[in-house]
């Protein structure tokens, strides 16, 4: 499949060659850039407002930097609704997909993903991560309990053909699925985008409707989410049409837009322009679905970096992609904080006071050497919840568990486990202990 994508491309930029935006799609998997063009064609100004709301984070975030309100100890949960809109069986995609892309999600934004050791070192000391939690909505709108995955039969998606035929119908309740209060839930829709020929995997609203925006003039909330590929929805999904997405990160990417993040190359191909992240090197143009760690394609001022390819907003080999910088994290938290107000529920993260040395000297690994089960004691940490992960020595996640600790001893089971070197990272999320234990 891959080919008949590169191949396509090939017969059409040598038409459309003088055309950035055209180009751009298809190479592009992702149509937030144009879903943007597209609603300033329908309301001019939506751009510069876009724009403006993106200038007014930037300044927000360097406040909360210097009040270090952006390191609060707080935990933001975000209630998830995934409508499967489909018009074929195999669109119809098992439960088990959306809860692995639920779980990928919360990696990446967590940076729990154990490909985080991939980050190459040059950018290890600039990942950024955040406390969030995406979770399957338990209520819906009308307070009944839910299971957040909602499936109707939906009439096919509009092909893009050009982003001025972009009809965005898959929102529209007669030809697939009304959103639930956009306000209040990340909707997810996943459904056929006709991704063939024109290679697009998904797109995303950056948010808008902040208080100072003209809210005359462009206000459809209706609109707010993400649209997600069914072949590229979930980790491993059996429909995948590029491996280079089979990771399920094209989700992440999305969510990232929808928290108001831009591609690392700025949508031209161009150095001049940058995304507006300080943290993340300038790149000339995106990555082709590739794995280069030789590319430089700008020079940077001060040290020059190479492109970032394990940025999740490139569009690099997902295997390759394995973190968001400082920067975009706390510009996504700002948005969800003041942009999207009413999205999250927030929950204390840990106790007032508690820190890295902490997380540390409250948790216990013993007997080390193991042979059926190691014990985690968390001494006096209450009240959290904790991802652990066993990695073997060839980096493979081998055990990957979610405790909810108060105060108690786990026993992990490692009997199924070969004898060998393993590394136990514990984390909450923000504080993380690793530790090599022996079996
Ligand atoms: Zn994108």
Redesign the pocket.
């Known amino acids: 499949m891959k080919k008949i994508k590169q191949k396509i491309f090939i017969v059409l930029t040598i038409i459309l060659v003088s055309s950035n935006i055209i180009k751009a799609q298809l190479v592009n998997p ?1 149509r ?1 850039v144009d879903v943007i063009e597209q609603e300033e064609s329908l309301h001019p100004g939506y751009k510069a407002r876009v724009n403006a709301m993106f200038e007014q984070s930037k300044r927000i975030v360097e406040e909360m930097k210097s009040s270090r309100a952006v390191n609060s100890d707080t935990l933001y949960r975000i209630p998830v609704v995934v409508h499967i809109v489909h018009t074929a069986p195999n669109e119809n995609l098992p439960d088990s997909l959306v809860f692995s892309q639920i779980e990928v999600l919360n990696n990446d934004y967590n940076r729990w993903n154990s490909d985080s050791t991939q980050t190459r070192a040059v950018f290890k000391p600039i990942a950024g991560s955040l406390n969030f939690q995406f979770y399957l909505a338990t209520t819906d709108p009308t307070g009944n309990p839910t299971t957040g995955i909602i499936r109707k039969t939906g009439t096919p998606a509009i092909p893009f053909v050009g982003f001025n035929a972009f009809q965005d119908n898959v929102k529209n309740p007669d030809e697939g699925d009304a959103p639930w209060n956009t306000d209040k839930y990340l909707n997810i829709w996943v459904c056929n985008l006709n991704t063939i020929p024109l290679g697009v995997l998904g797109y995303a609203y950056p948010p808008t409707g902040a208080a100072n925006w003209d809210a005359a003039s462009y206000t459809d909330s209706a609109k707010q989410g993400v649209v997600i590929d069914y072949t590229a929805f979930g980790r491993n999904n059996p429909y995948v049409i590029d491996p280079g997405v089979a990771p399920g990160r094209t989700c992440v ?1 999305e969510v990232g ?1 929808y928290l108001g993040l831009r ?1 690392i190359w700025a949508d031209e191909d161009l150095c001049a322009e940058d995304d507006g992240i300080d943290d993340t090197p300038k790149a000339g143009a995106a990555s082709n679905f590739d794995c280069d760690t030789t590319k430089n394609t700008c020079v940077d001022v001060g040290v020059d970096y190479p492109d970032m390819i394990e940025n999740f ?1 490139d569009y690099s080999d997902e295997h390759c992609q394995n973190m968001f910088t400082q920067e975009q994290a706390a510009i996504m938290l700002v948005n969800l904080i003041t942009l999207r107000p009413d999205l999250a529920e927030k929950a204390p993260l840990y106790g007032v006071g508690f820190s890295q040395n902490n997380f540390e000297n409250n948790i216990s690994v013993y007997p080390n050497p193991a042979v059926d089960f190691i014990n985690i004691d968390f001494k006096s940490i209450r009240n959290n919840q904790v991802k652990i992960e066993l990695i073997d020595n060839a980096g493979k996640s081998v055990l990957n568990k979610i405790l909810d600790v108060n105060n108690d001893i786990h026993a992990i089971d490692i009997s199924q486990l070969t004898s060998g070197f393993y590394y136990l990272q514990i984390s909450n999320g923000r504080y993380i202990l690793r530790k090599k234990v022996v079996k």
């Open positions: 992702c937030t990417h837009h591609h907003m």
